[in-house]
Nanobody, 129 residues
């Protein structure tokens, strides 16, 4: 069975950094587009970043571009979200999601939940002084 497990969340002060991990089991991550989403209490889930499968590239929401970086480690079958310069508004539960896109050359779309078939359980990120 396909499974995604997020980790790396925690409590940090504004301006701090965290690296989130999304480890895939039961499938080869290289052929899947991976998206990161977040949801704060009482708010809608919003897209953060995504990285395409073979033939595509990364993309980011305007609110995090320049601060967040998404990357793939094929050997570890893991996608990372490096978050720098964290702000209180970055607080929320962060989810990774996967969609089979094979050799597609299209750039992934940020924030389109319907593009994804598989979801992790989430990891909490709190940015507060």
């Amino acid at each position: 069975q396909l499974q995604l497990v997020e980790s790396g969340g925690g409590l940090v002060q504004p301006g701090g950094s965290l690296r989130l991990s999304c480890e895939a089991s039961g499938f080869t991550l290289n052929y899947y587009t991976i998206g990161w989403f977040r949801q704060a209490p009482g708010k809608e889930r919003e897209g953060v970043s995504c990285i395409s499968s073979i033939g595509g590239g990364p993309n980011h929401a305007d609110s995090v571009r320049g601060r967040f970086t998404i990357s793939r480690d094929s050997a570890k079958n893991t996608v990372y979200l490096q978050m720098n310069g964290l702000k209180p508004e970055d607080t929320g539960t962060y989810y990774c999601a996967a969609s089979f896109t094979g050799y597609s050359q299209t750039t992934c779309r940020v924030g389109y939940s319907s593009d994804y078939n598989y979801w992790g359980q989430g990891t909490q990120v709190t940015v507060s002084s």
